[in-house]
């Protein structure tokens, strides 16, 4: 049977007009060509909708400042730990032997200062005997000067005299020369300390790095290594365990489109769910929004972070996130189809239609344009601040085409 040779009748005909138009849910005028929809008044929210994944708030890295063997592990996956609570130990062997010979070569410094003290002592003494010896000789030549002046005593004893006081002068400088040189040997010798002590507390802080402890409370969700395991300590310390901190509080990473990210805000309402709980939604706010944008496929994104409570655990990180942001929202709004507003007659040149505009049936059946102004939109339905619309009127949101005969 070929339908291009068969004829409609006029009852057949109204019949497929009105499943058209029923078909389309618009109301129709008897004789109307254009599909019309009624201005309603209700709740409307504008929204964004993207993905996102949970993790916790609080998320740390634990590793190892020093190389060794895993000698035991006191945690697992899922133990609850606590703020400074050994988690693993590295064999402390060696570090205990480092340190051991450190604290002798310590002492060894130690007594090398007190040796070194006493033969300043030594030193100072030789100078008080030598500047004594200094004055005697001096005070003998000053005697034997006066004798010579009274012919008393030869010229021989005089430079006799002079020869002991200047070797008794000499003597003292020399003193004083090594009591300077002791006191510099021993600021060496001290300096010697110093450093061995530094060498000891690094060995201690080695040591006490076997100990590997909780930095904060939480809940170990990773870990990476088994006891008997040799770990090695380099540029980036390997990481042992991962620990998410209090998990009744948990984030989403919500990657946002940059046609949207100009929109959000921070302290909007968010609502997810997860493939977990498909029959669940959960509800958080925007936290943070993160300005270093992403591209991917060259599609920038931004992220955006926000916070939800996780009172009974049942949200976990890495889970996947269907997220709705709002935008914003009205309880009780004057709306029309977006379709309304998208609408462009075929007899009506684009310049004459810029703005926001609707149309709607004149009396003589023929569309008019009505300037009107536009709140929130939810993609389906926008919202009408102003224009002379109200609820019932009707809109017009598309034309019927027209009939093709075959």
């Not at 003193?175 to 002590?197: C, P, Y």
């Not at 390997?238 to 998990?247: E, H, K, N, Q």
Request: net charge negative.
């Amino acid at each position: 049977m070929q339908i291009s040779n068969f004829i409609i009748g006029a009852p057949a005909a109204a019949i497929i007009s009105l499943l058209l138009t029923s078909g389309c849910g618009d109301s129709n005028a008897a004789g109307s060509e254009f599909r019309l929809a009624p201005v309603t008044q209700g709740p409307i929210i504008s929204t964004v909708s993207s993905t996102g994944s949970l993790r916790a708030v609080v998320t740390v890295d634990v590793g190892t400042q020093v190389s060794g063997l895993i000698q035991t592990l006191e945690a697992d996956f899922n133990s609850k730990v606590t703020a400074g609570q050994v988690i693993a130990r590295i064999d402390p062997r060696p570090f205990a032997a480092r340190l051991g010979q450190a604290e002798a070569e310590l002492a060894v410094a130690q007594a090398s200062v007190a040796i070194q003290a006493a033969s300043l002592q030594e030193f100072e003494a030789d100078l008080t005997g030598a500047r004594a010896n200094s004055t005697e000789s001096n005070s003998e030549l000053e005697r034997k000067q006066a004798l010579l002046e009274s012919n008393a005593i030869p010229a021989s004893s005089v430079d006799t005299a002079v020869a002991v006081s200047t070797q008794a002068d000499a003597q003292v400088q020399a003193g004083q020369a090594r009591l300077i040189k002791q006191q510099a040997q021993i600021q060496l010798t001290e300096a010697r300390v110093l450093q061995a002590a530094a060498v000891v507390e690094q060995r201690q802080l080695d040591l006490d790095y076997t100990n590997i402890r909780s930095p904060v409370d939480g809940t170990v969700i990773s870990r990476n290594v088994d006891a008997g395991q040799t770990v090695a300590a380099s540029l980036q310390a390997p990481v042992l365990f991962r620990i998410a901190g209090d998990l009744q509080q948990m984030e989403v990473n919500i990657s946002v489109d940059e046609a949207d990210i100009g929109r959000v805000r921070e302290g909007q309402k968010v609502y997810f769910t997860v493939d977990s709980y498909l029959h669940r939604t959960f509800a958080g706010s925007v936290h943070q929004i993160r300005m270093s944008g992403q591209q991917i496929s060259n599609v920038v994104t931004y992220t955006v972070v926000a916070n939800a409570d996780n009172p009974d655990g049942s949200l976990l990180p890495g889970m996947t996130a269907n997220v709705t942001i709002v935008i914003d929202e009205r309880a009780d709004a004057l709306r029309v189809p977006s379709a309304a507003l998208r609408l462009r007659l075929p007899d009506t040149a684009p310049g004459d239609v810029q703005g926001d505009w609707i149309w709607v049936v004149g009396d003589d059946g023929n569309p008019v344009r009505q300037r009107v102004e536009t709140g929130i939109s939810n993609g389906s339905h926008s919202e009408i601040l102003a224009g002379e619309v109200g609820v019932e009127d009707q809109v017009i949101v598309g034309i019927f085409a027209p009939a093709v005969d075959n």
